[in-house]
């Protein structure tokens, strides 16, 4: 039987590709540190499980295939309250930012087109470019240039016939840079002078660390063409089960091109975003008190992983991941060590493997993707362990 060349082109998940290996060390009886996927340990606000409980409906019935206007109007009233208006049309609800930037992908990409994204970046973004048809055109970065990489001169020797869009995520999964306003504005007119689309994964809008503004691509006038932006309620609420994401643009032609697949796939779960409707009547102080829970998690992970020799790192300012390099040869073989032959006191941990995070080939052998979304105590003993490890492994076991 012949399977689909797209479908052949991806690779298993960075972040879930280990998991059966993690399951069964678990059932050996070893704890595992869980660092390899952004799944926050934050409580879910109390509005969301109300909502939920509040349904009273007779009949658990289909959406609109755009989304219930209740949650439609609640992510207009969040953007309102940033600057930027939105019509109804402009806000698609979706399964998850993981399907609106599927939509987008398959709207814009014919077979071999070109998307420009900075690697490493969210390594799904390679699955999503791939099973369109298209590809990933790298722009390289470096952590001792602080992966920065919004240049001109760096960006627009890579447009080519093929180039259809730019896609960044700011603050970036998973080097945590964060682009200021400058950076924003070249990028967008970079865009138009080329008539590409500039498409912004604005997930952790909220978790900046320097006193950064909350900043979306939607807030620049002149450039509505151009613009398209992912956002979810995952990372913002804590709310990663509920998948529901949305997909913005002032574009009229590409929302009319999003619709069709919305309607495709039906609908999104109506109680979900009933419930999800619910989290964007949370007033500032909740973003606060996370942002500064995040910051402290930061900090310290930052301490602990500058103390292990040998790793190389850019400090993040945004998100809540580390990319790193180890010293060791190949970060596959360490992670399967890891979880099969290794423990430290009954407990080991697990990563992202930083190798799909990249387009270049060869890139990443040896660096990891790490989420610092545990309690401290949990990411300081994760990282404790990571520095045995390391010792170890390089001392031949």
């Known amino acids: 039987m012949k399977f689909s060349s797209k479908i052949e082109r991806c690779q298993a998940s960075a972040m879930r590709r280990f998991a059966p ?12 540190y869980h660092l390899n996927i952004g799944q926050p340990d934050i409580r879910t606000p109390e509005a969301y499980f109300e909502a939920l409980r509040g349904f009273d409906e007779p009949v658990l019935a289909y959406a609109p295939s ?11 009233g ?26 987008v992908a398959s709207c814009l990409l014919d077979d071999g087109d070109e998307i420009l994204i900075p690697e490493p970046f969210y390594s799904n973004y390679q699955t999503v ?11 390289p970065t470096s952590p001792e240039e602080g992966y920065r990489f919004a240049e001109r001169e760096r960006i627009e020797p890579l447009i080519g016939e093929k180039t259809r869009a730019i896609m960044i995520t700011n ?42 503004e909350l900043l979306s691509v939607l807030q620049f006038p ?13 990372k913002r609420f804590s709310a990663c089960g509920a998948r529901v ?59 602990k992983l500058e103390r292990i020799p040998g790793v190389v790192f850019a400090r993040p300012m945004g998100a809540f991941y580390v990319m790193a390099a180890l010293p060791v040869d190949d970060a596959a073989k360490f992670q399967q060590w890891l979880l099969e032959d290794f423990n ?54």
């Open 21 to 32: 290996a993690a399951a069964r060390a678990e059932e050996r009886g070893i704890k595992v």
């Open 129 to 139: 470019v791939n099973l369109a048809g298209g590809v990933v055109k790298p722009v």
């Open 171 to 212: 603050p970036g999964n998973p080097t945590g840079t964060v682009l200021d306003r400058g950076e924003l504005k070249m990028l967008l007119e970079l865009a138009k002078e080329h008539d590409l689309f500039l498409i912004c994964d604005e997930v952790y809008r909220e978790f900046v660390y320097g006193g950064e």
């Open 78 to 103: 969040y953007y309102s309250r940033l600057g930027v208006e939105l019509a109804r049309e402009e806000v698609l609800i979706t399964n998850g930012g993981s399907e609106a930037m599927q939509i």
């Open 245 to 303: 994401g949305m997909l913005l643009s002032r574009n009229a032609a590409l929302m009319t091109q999003a619709m069709k697949m919305a309607q495709c796939r039906l609908s999104v779960a109506t109680v979900d975003q009933i419930a999800a409707a619910a989290l964007y009547d949370l007033d500032s102080s909740y973003f606060d008190a996370t942002r500064d829970e995040y910051r402290r998690r930061r900090d310290l992970f930052v301490e």
């Open 344 to 397: 430290d006191k009954g407990e080991t941990l697990m990563f992202a493997c930083g190798e799909p995070f990249y387009a270049t080939p060869g890139r990443g052998r040896n660096e990891v993707r790490m989420a610092y979304v545990l309690n401290e105590a949990d990411l300081s003993r994760a990282l404790d362990i990571l520095a045995v490890a390391i010792e170890r492994y390089r001392s031949g076991f």
């Open 222 to 234: 002149g450039y509505e063409e151009n613009v398209v932006v992912i956002d979810s309620c995952s």
């Open 66 to 76: 755009g989304g219930l206007n209740v949650l439609v109007d609640a992510v207009r």
